[in-house]
């Protein structure tokens, strides 16, 4: 695949693309906000301290390593770890859209705030969090969803289970409520599992 050119400070500080990997057999697919160090250096997503967690929590349902998909809003590191900006999501998101309609998985689980925000809307992330849990796992809605989106939300729907970023800094906070991060995620990693695992 060519060198993707659309973000002169990605394309400068990056070295490598991470490219996205197919939920198998149309199942869970995990997207992040961007690739972090180790990710960058070794071109796979979900391989640093956060994606490990991840890793441990899937392997409790049943689901190894080779058991999910892997995606982010941005395919490339930002410098200094920072989030991506909002042109830069722009310029990856078409590429994410074009991966989901081709790999069709049957859940989307977003983890952080970040992936939330472009997939299912921004405001709280708990509020997303609570909003997902009854009936399970949350319609993407075509009029808050990222722009790129829009016409797969709306001609095929997207089921999507927003869960706590899994790094170490937001893992171990507490929400407003009170709850700790950590539970929570383990309670959306759960119900992702269980939508993904549904016949039909």
């Known amino acids: 695949m060519p060198e993707c050119i659309r973000c002169p400070a990605l394309c400068a500080s990056r070295s490598q693309i991470v490219m996205s990997t197919p ?7 995990a997207i992040g906000e961007a690739p972090g160090e180790k990710e960058d250096e070794m071109g796979i997503g979900f391989t640093g301290q956060a994606g490990k967690t991840l890793d441990r929590l899937l392997a409790e349902h049943g689901i190894g390593r080779e058991g999910y998909g892997r995606a982010n809003i ?3 590191r930002p410098p200094e770890n920072r989030k991506p900006t909002r042109a830069e999501v722009d310029a990856c998101m078409p590429y994410l ?5 081709q790999t069709r998985p049957r859940v989307l689980l977003l983890v952080g705030g970040t992936a939330a925000a472009h997939i299912v809307g921004t405001g709280s992330l ?3 969090i609570e909003m997902s849990r ?18 797969l939300a709306a001609q095929r729907g997207l089921l999507a289970v927003p869960m706590p970023h899994t790094s170490g800094l937001a893992w171990n906070r507490k929400t407003p409520a009170g709850e700790p991060w950590s539970e929570v995620g383990k309670r959306q990693v759960a119900l992702a599992v269980e939508l993904a695992q549904r016949e039909g």
Do not use: K
């Open 23 to 29: 939920a198998p057999l149309g199942g869970l697919l």
């Open 74 to 76: 941005c395919r490339c």
């Open 97 to 101: 859209a074009e991966f989901i309609e």
């Open 126 to 128: 708990a509020r997303r």
């Open 134 to 151: 009854s009936p399970g796992g949350t319609w993407v809605d075509p009029a808050m969803c990222h722009p790129a989106l829009r016409s």
